[in-house]
């Protein structure tokens, strides 16, 4: 079984290459077609109407009726983004089986997980929402994390005793897994709302480009995912008190990674607030999401570089 876990950990990561690709081409694509149509509506002539009729840049303009831009490209790209997910989780699962646990107790376990994680976490919310065109930037981070995960030793490894509690460790660091690949979602629009804005002279801000998900949506969709994220945050960091007393004999112990995770709760919790009691939005909100999403970072990697209780086995 771990043979195979690694099989299909490698096709995975093939597929993940193929559907980041197909990504970036979809966005091309819209990008492309939004700068032909605008060139040429001005012009009368009706040879021109007829050289676009029915083109690429019409589909592009046009969608299926569900109000998301759609190119050549777009099928394929969710396509390979739901075969790569499909072959990630397959191969977390015959991974948990041989290890008896959560798949997630070493850093190369942790980072396929997380990158299952962003890669889930972005198809269930293109669903929803017309965000393909900014389908790149998660699938990038989801394909930067395997890469990384790619340099980490894969061996299956004896953990410390302390962290020998495998429901525990399969709730608790699932938890985390799962909130980090929904943050990730709200990253990924903050950076859109960051991009899509544009000030003008008078002082009104207006959508940069037309092939990009308007403000409007990125912000829900970045609102949504919080909404979703932060509660199971929340949990993963009461789980893990708990289990902290059980290992070491105290709920809370400034550890660096226990530091970073209440930081990283506080950055959310503080957009929330500010969201929901004064109407918080636009550019600070998302600035907020994306520093929040850099602490999501420093917390899963900050114990490489900062000595603590927390450690991945298989790593020195």
Same mark, same amino acid.
Do not use: C
């Given at each position: 079984?771990?043979?195979?876990?690694?099989?299909?950990?490698? $096709?995975? &990561?093939?597929?993940?290459?193929?559907?980041?690709?197909? =990504?970036?081409? =979809?966005?091309?694509?819209?990008?492309?077609?939004?700068?032909?149509?605008?060139?040429?509506?001005?012009?009368?002539?009706?040879?021109?109407?007829?050289?676009?009729?029915?083109?690429? $840049? @019409?589909?592009? @303009?046009?969608?299926?009726?569900?109000?998301?831009?759609?190119?050549?490209? &777009?099928?394929?790209?969710?396509?390979?983004?739901?075969?790569?997910? %499909?072959?990630?989780? &397959?191969?977390?699962?015959?991974?948990?089986?041989?290890?008896?646990?959560?798949?997630?107790?070493?850093?190369? @376990?942790?980072?396929?997980?997380?990158?299952?994680?962003?890669? %889930?976490?972005?198809?269930?919310?293109?669903?929803?929402?017309?965000?393909?065109?900014?389908?790149? !930037?998660?699938? %990038?981070?989801?394909?930067? !994390?395997? !890469?990384?995960?790619?340099?980490?030793?894969?061996?299956?490894?004896?953990?410390?005793?302390?962290?020998?509690?495998?429901?525990?460790?399969?709730? =608790?660091? &699932?938890?985390? +897994?799962?909130?980090?690949?929904?943050?990730?979602?709200?990253?990924?629009?903050?950076?859109?709302?960051?991009?899509?804005?544009?000030?003008?002279?008078? #002082?009104?801000?207006?959508?940069?480009?037309?092939?990009?998900?308007?403000?409007?949506?990125?912000?829900?969709?970045?609102?949504?995912?919080?909404?979703?994220?932060?509660?199971?945050?929340?949990? +993963?960091?009461?789980?893990?008190?708990?289990?902290?007393?059980?290992?070491?004999?105290?709920?809370?112990?400034?550890?660096?990674? @226990?530091?970073?995770?209440?930081?990283?709760?506080?950055?959310?919790?503080?957009?929330?607030?500010?969201?929901?009691?004064?109407?918080?939005?636009?550019?600070?909100?998302?600035?907020?999401?994306? $520093? #929040?999403? %850099?602490?999501?970072?420093?917390? !899963?990697?900050?114990?490489?570089?900062?000595?603590?209780?927390?450690?991945?086995?298989?790593?020195?």
């Amino acid at each position: 079984m771990a043979t195979g876990s690694y099989y299909l950990y490698v $096709v995975a &990561g093939i597929l993940l290459v193929g559907a980041f690709a197909a =990504h970036v081409a =979809h966005t091309v694509l819209l990008a492309s077609g939004r700068r032909l149509v605008a060139a040429l509506a001005p012009r009368s002539v009706p040879a021109f109407a007829g050289a676009v009729s029915g083109s690429f $840049v @019409e589909e592009m @303009e046009l969608g299926a009726g569900d109000g998301t831009p759609h190119s050549a490209a &777009g099928p394929f790209a969710i396509g390979l983004a739901w075969a790569a997910f %499909g072959l990630l989780a &397959g191969a977390l699962v015959l991974r948990g089986i041989v290890v008896g646990r959560g798949p997630w107790g070493s850093l190369y @376990e942790f980072s396929v997980a997380f990158t299952t994680a962003i890669v %889930g976490g972005y198809l269930f919310f293109q669903r929803r929402y017309p965000v393909r065109a900014l389908g790149f !930037l998660p699938l %990038g981070l989801a394909l930067a !994390l395997f !890469l990384y995960s790619w340099t980490l030793p894969n061996a299956i490894e004896t953990l410390v005793p302390a962290l020998q509690n495998p429901p525990l460790l399969t709730i =608790h660091v &699932g938890f985390a +897994m799962l909130s980090y690949g929904i943050f990730a979602m709200s990253f990924a629009a903050g950076v859109g709302y960051l991009v899509q804005e544009k000030r003008l002279a008078d #002082g009104r801000t207006v959508d940069r480009f037309a092939w990009l998900p308007s403000r409007d949506v990125l912000d829900a969709v970045a609102y949504r995912a919080v909404i979703i994220g932060f509660p199971v945050f929340a949990t +993963m960091i009461v789980l893990g008190s708990w289990w902290a007393s059980i290992a070491w004999s105290r709920y809370w112990g400034w550890d660096p990674k @226990e530091t970073s995770a209440l930081v990283t709760w506080l950055a959310y919790a503080v957009y929330l607030h500010l969201r929901n009691q004064r109407g918080w939005r636009g550019r600070p909100a998302a600035i907020v999401l994306v $520093v #929040g999403f %850099g602490m999501v970072l420093f917390t !899963l990697f900050g114990n490489l570089w900062f000595s603590g209780l927390h450690s991945y086995s298989g790593l020195s």
